[in-house]
């Protein structure tokens, strides 16, 4: 596909944005051919999780092509429904988690924040740079920052639009691991193809009953957990872990 590679890893498909000559900024047809992959991803039994990733060390994505933009106009690039890349707006049932591999800034910086774990190189730097341009990062990511980060901290990110490295993106809650730049790749592969030897049933319905539950007071969330339980306690899953512990075993789910 224009500008992206898609590669099989097992039960995992590992997407990398192709154009490192444009900082891996996202064209109209890279950004559909992002929302396609995703959609195939979706739709396939075997895969268990996607992760996403760039080309290169200097730059995960810069967001919009602002060249093909000065050309066409801006916001080819956003999918209706889905938002920008098939990304910041879409409703999945897999897990995404990015591999930032360099600079996230602008819709770049949005992809990893609608991302469910984000691995960063220690070089790597993030942040929404809109403003520079005149824009600011409406398709998700300041109402992940508003939601996410404290007031002060994501208003200046806001309204400067200065980057902040990914050490100090981990300090605050958005970054899962910071790894050396050439372990980044292997590094992450490795922890989701851990993570897909638990039920995959149990990591999307934990995935679910969390992005639910930040909507809601704690009394709806807990309400909502309980009508979940019983056919939780009941799955085929959950008889096999209970099982595997008993029997001092690994468990075997059958997913995939």
């Given at each position: 596909?224009?500008?992206?590679?898609?590669?099989?890893?097992?039960?995992?498909?590992?997407?990398?944005?192709?154009?490192?000559?444009?900082?891996?900024?996202?064209?109209a047809?890279?950004?559909?051919?992002?929302?396609?992959?995703?959609?195939e991803?979706?739709?396939?039994?075997?895969?268990?999780?996607?992760?996403?990733?760039g080309?290169?060390?200097?730059?995960?994505c810069?967001?919009?092509?602002?060249?093909?933009?000065?050309?066409?106009?801006?916001?080819?690039?956003?999918?209706?429904?889905?938002?920008?890349?098939?990304?910041?707006?879409?409703?999945?049932t897999?897990?995404?988690?990015a591999?930032i591999?360099?600079?996230?800034?602008?819709?770049?910086?949005?992809?990893?924040?609608?991302?469910?774990?984000?691995?960063?190189?220690?070089?790597?730097?993030?942040?929404?740079?809109?403003v520079k341009r005149?824009?600011?990062?409406?398709?998700?990511?300041?109402?992940?920052?508003?939601q996410?980060?404290?007031?002060?901290?994501?208003?200046?990110?806001?309204?400067?639009?200065?980057?902040?490295?990914?050490?100090r993106?981990?300090?605050?809650?958005?970054?899962?691991?910071?790894?050396?730049?050439?372990?980044?790749?292997?590094?992450?592969?490795?922890v989701?193809?851990?993570?897909?030897?638990?039920s995959w049933?149990?990591?999307?319905?934990?995935?679910?009953?969390?992005?639910?539950?930040?909507?809601m007071?704690i009394?709806?969330?807990?309400?909502?957990?309980n009508?979940?339980?019983?056919?939780?306690?009941?799955?085929?899953?959950?008889?096999?872990?209970?099982?595997?512990?008993?029997e001092?075993?690994?468990?075997?789910?059958?997913d995939?």
């Amino acid at each position: 596909m224009a500008g992206l590679k898609i590669e099989r890893e097992g039960a995992v498909v590992v997407l990398t944005i192709d154009r490192e000559e444009a900082r891996n900024a996202l064209d109209a047809a890279t950004s559909h051919a992002l929302d396609t992959a995703i959609t195939e991803a979706e739709a396939d039994d075997s895969v268990g999780a996607m992760i996403v990733t760039g080309t290169g060390e200097r730059a995960f994505c810069a967001g919009m092509d602002l060249k093909e933009a000065a050309r066409i106009g801006a916001g080819h690039g956003l999918i209706p429904g889905r938002g920008f890349g098939g990304i910041t707006e879409r409703k999945r049932t897999k897990p995404l988690i990015a591999a930032i591999n360099g600079t996230a800034v602008a819709g770049g910086f949005e992809i990893m924040m609608a991302c469910d774990m984000v691995f960063a190189a220690a070089h790597a730097h993030m942040g929404v740079s809109e403003v520079k341009r005149g824009l600011f990062a409406f398709a998700g990511g300041i109402q992940r920052l508003a939601q996410q980060v404290p007031r002060a901290t994501a208003l200046a990110m806001i309204m400067t639009g200065e980057l902040l490295p990914a050490r100090r993106l981990y300090e605050l809650g958005i970054v899962t691991e910071v790894v050396p730049g050439e372990q980044l790749r292997q590094h992450t592969l490795d922890v989701v193809q851990s993570m897909l030897e638990n039920s995959w049933q149990a990591i999307n319905n934990g995935r679910h009953l969390y992005e639910l539950s930040t909507g809601m007071d704690i009394d709806q969330a807990l309400a909502v957990g309980n009508a979940w339980g019983k056919a939780t306690l009941d799955s085929t899953a959950s008889r096999e872990g209970v099982a595997a512990y008993a029997e001092k075993r690994g468990a075997r789910f059958g997913d995939g």
